[in-house]
């Protein structure tokens, strides 16, 4: 499997597609994440799912919720749980603004995607992110065909 490069560098591990759909992003955040050595293993693998996954603040730490690491197969009895909680690496200051953000506005912190970096560390690009209604998701849709239309006229014109 050839994965393609994010724009942030490295190798991609896993891309939540849907998200940019579904929300209004807003902010982003490159965050490290604490794994075992049989997640990181199977991450490099490319399996990963983070469509459904979410971020959140608890006692002061961030932690990243439903994201689903596949079981390494060659680390048989070793192997990690598939989906539990993976502590994020971020500064309390940013840890801070993310979880006022989440109090106070009600945003969603939701993991884009997950890549390793040029040192070969893994990484989360966290997104502030509103939910979009039915009605702007249309209209986003209706600008991106409008766009594409546009572009096709010029380039026809020469």
Known sequence: ??????????????????????????ETFEAGIVLGGTEVK?????????TDA???????????????????LQANRFNHETRRPRKLLLKKREIARLADA?????MTIVPLKIYFNDKGIAKVL??????????????????RDWDRQKARLLRDRG
């Open 126 to 143: 966290l997104g502030v992110a509103r939910g979009k209604k039915l009605h702007d998701k249309r209209e986003t849709e209706r600008q």
């Open 1 to 26: 499997m050839a994965a393609s490069k994010p724009a942030t560098g490295g190798r991609l591990a896993a891309e939540n597609r849907k998200a940019r759909h579904q929300y209004e992003i807003g």
């Open 54 to 72: 979410y971020a959140a603040e608890k006692n002061g730490e961030l932690f990243l919720y439903n994201a689903y690491i596949p079981e390494y």
């Open 102 to 106: 989440v109090q106070k506005e009600g």
């Open 42 to 50: 199977s991450l490099r693998g490319g399996r990963a799912n983070i």
